[in-house]
C-alpha cells in the first residue's frame, strides 16, 4: 500500500510544482518539451520515492 500512501502523492505534487515552474520561469520552452520534463520528473520522483520509503512501515 505505500504505493498509494508515499509514491504517487509525491509524482503528483513533483509534477505540479514543475509544470509550474516551467510555465514561470522557462516559457521559451516548447510546449510538448514541457509535458515530457513534467513526466520525466514526476516518474523518476516516484520511482526514488517508491524504493526509499519502508515497505511494511504498518507492522511496528
Not at 509535458?35 to 504498518?58: C, H, M, Q
Request: charged share 15%; proline share 5%.
Amino acid at each position: 500500500m505505500r504505493i498509494f500512501k508515499f509514491t504517487i502523492p509525491i509524482a503528483l505534487l513533483v509534477a505540479g510544482i514543475s509544470w509550474y515552474m516551467l510555465h514561470i520561469n522557462f516559457q521559451e520552452v516548447p510546449g510538448t518539451s514541457r509535458v515530457w520534463i513534467t513526466i520525466g520528473a514526476a516518474i523518476l520522483s516516484g520511482g526514488i520515492s517508491y524504493f526509499l520509503f519502508p515497505k511494511n512501515e504498518d507492522k511496528e
